[in-house]
C-alpha cells in the first residue's frame, strides 16, 4: 500500500529540511511526499527543489498563502493515494512510522489509525508522552467520547487517514487554534472505521513562538472561535444526550486556557455557566484537574482571586517549564 505524507510548509527553511529528513529515512518504501508550499517567501522553494530533485517520490505543490487549513486541504486535494499521513513542517518521523502505521491497518483494515507521539522542546528535551485512552472502543461514539473528554490527543498529523475522509471535511480557515479537533470531529461524523498501533511515531516540537505558545490576544479569540465552533457543531450532528459531561469537559478545559492566557472572563461566563449549571465545576476535577477548576471557580466569584490564583499557577508553571 502506497502512503502520501503531506507536508504544508509556509516560511518553513529553518525546519523543512528535519522534516524530509525524517522522511527519507522511513523503514516503509512505499511512499510519496508532497509539500504544500503555502506562498513561502524564504528559502522553503529551494529547499523543496532540492530533495525533489535528488528523490523522485518528493515532490510539491505552489499556492498563494492562505494559511494551514487551506494548505492541508489543498494536500488532500492533490494526493495520489488512497491513504495519508499529515506532517507539519516543524515536527518529525520516527523512523519507522508509516511501516508502524501501515502494520495497524494490516491488522485492522480501518479507516483511520491513531497512534501516539513526543512532545519535546527544541532543544530536544522530553516534555511528556502522549497517551490515547480509548476507555470506551473504537465505534465512532467511543472515539468522540474519547477526545471530547481529553482522552485521546487530536491531532490529525502523525496518524494513518483514508484521503477520502479528510476531503470531506471543511474545516473554516479562519480557525488557527484548535483546527485539528474540528477536523477529527468531521472525520468522526462520517462514521469511519477506527484502531490504533501502540507507537509513537512522531516528534511534536512545542517552540516558543508557535501559535499554542503565544498569549496574545489574538489567541484569546482564535480560542473562543474554536469554543463556539465545537458547541455548534457537537450538538448538530452527534446524539448530544450521551454526551453532555464529554463535551462540557472539552469546554471548560478551553475555557482554562483562554484564562490562562489573559482572556476576559466577562466574556466566557454565559458558557461558562451553561457548562456547569447547577452542579458545580468541581465534579469536573478528576477530568481537568482540580486547579484548573479551582481557578475557573475562583474568576466566577472574583475577577481579583482569578488573576492572583492565574498569576501564582502561571509563576509555577514558568519555572517548572525552564527547569
Given at each position: 500500500m502506497r502512503v502520501t505524507i503531506v507536508i504544508p510548509a509556509y516560511n518553513a527553511a529553518k525546519f523543512l529540511g528535519i522534516a524530509l529528513d525524517s522522511c527519507v529515512a522511513q523503514t516503509y518504501k512505499d511512499i510519496e511526499v508532497l509539500i504544500i508550499n503555502d506562498g513561502s517567501t524564504d528559502s522553503t522553494a529551494e529547499i523543496?527543489?532540492?530533495?525533489?530533485?535528488?528523490?523522485?517520490?518528493?515532490?510539491?505543490?505552489?499556492?498563494?498563502?492562505?494559511?494551514?487549513?487551506?494548505?492541508?486541504k489543498t494536500g488532500a486535494r492533490y494526493t495520489r493515494t488512497e491513504y495519508m499521513v499529515f506532517l507539519d513542517a516543524d515536527d518529525y518521523l520516527e523512523p519507522d512510522a508509516i511501516e508502524r502505521?501501515?502494520?495497524?491497518?494490516?491488522?485492522?483494515?480501518?479507516?483511520?489509525?491513531?497512534?501516539n507521539?513526543?512532545?519535546?522542546?527544541?532543544?530536544?528535551?522530553?516534555?511528556?508522552?502522549?497517551?490515547?485512552?480509548?476507555?470506551e472502543g473504537f465505534f465512532p461514539e467511543g472515539v468522540l467520547k474519547a477526545v471530547l473528554s481529553k482522552k485521546v490527543f487530536p491531532p490529525i498529523w502523525g496518524r494513518l487517514m483514508k484521503t477520502e475522509l479528510f476531503k470531506q471535511?471543511?474545516?473554516?480557515?479562519?480557525?488557527?487554534?484548535?483546527?485539528?479537533?474540528?477536523?477529527?470531529?468531521?472525520?468522526?461524523?462520517?462514521?469511519?472505521s477506527f484502531s490504533e498501533v501502540n507507537a509513537y511515531t512522531l516528534h511534536y516540537i512545542q517552540r516558543e513562538g508557535s501559535m499554542v505558545?503565544?498569549?496574545?490576544?489574538?489567541?484569546?479569540?482564535?480560542r473562543l472561535l474554536l469554543v463556539n465552533w465545537v458547541l455548534?457543531?457537537?450538538?448538530?450532528h452527534f446524539d448530544y444526550l450521551?454526551?453532555?459531561?464529554?463535551?462540557?469537559?472539552?469546554?471548560?478545559?478551553?475555557?482554562?486556557?483562554?484564562?490562562?492566557?489573559?482572556?476576559?472572563?466577562?466574556k466566557i461566563s454565559q458558557i461558562y455557566e451553561?457548562?456547569?449549571?447547577?452542579?458545580?465545576?468541581?465534579?469536573?476535577?478528576?477530568?481537568?484537574?482540580?486547579?484548573?477548576?479551582?481557578?475557573?471557580?475562583?474568576?466566577?466569584?472574583?475577577?481579583?482571586?482569578?488573576?492572583l490564583y492565574l498569576a501564582i499557577y502561571n509563576a509555577i508553571r514558568i519555572l517548572s517549564y525552564k527547569n
Open positions: 523543496i527543489d532540492d530533495y525533489s530533485n535528488k528523490y523522485s517520490y518528493i515532490w510539491s505543490v505552489f499556492q498563494e498563502n492562505r494559511g494551514l487549513v487551506e494548505a492541508r502505521l501501515v502494520e495497524g491497518y494490516d491488522s485492522s483494515q480501518a479507516d483511520f489509525i491513531f497512534s507521539f513526543f512532545t519535546e522542546k527544541e532543544n530536544g528535551e522530553l516534555l511528556f508522552l502522549s497517551n490515547n485512552q480509548f476507555e471535511t471543511d474545516t473554516p480557515s479562519n480557525l488557527t487554534i484548535g483546527e485539528d479537533v474540528a477536523a477529527l470531529l468531521q472525520i468522526i461524523n462520517q462514521r469511519p505558545n503565544n498569549r496574545t490576544t489574538k489567541n484569546q479569540t482564535q455548534d457543531y457537537v450538538p448538530n450521551g454526551i453532555e459531561d464529554d463535551l462540557n469537559i472539552f469546554i471548560l478545559s478551553e475555557l482554562f486556557t483562554y484564562l490562562r492566557d489573559g482572556g476576559d472572563f466577562n451553561n457548562c456547569i449549571s447547577k452542579k458545580g465545576v468541581m465534579r469536573y476535577a478528576s477530568s481537568i484537574g482540580r486547579k484548573r477548576c479551582i481557578m475557573l471557580l475562583f474568576f466566577s466569584k472574583s475577577k481579583f482571586l482569578g488573576k
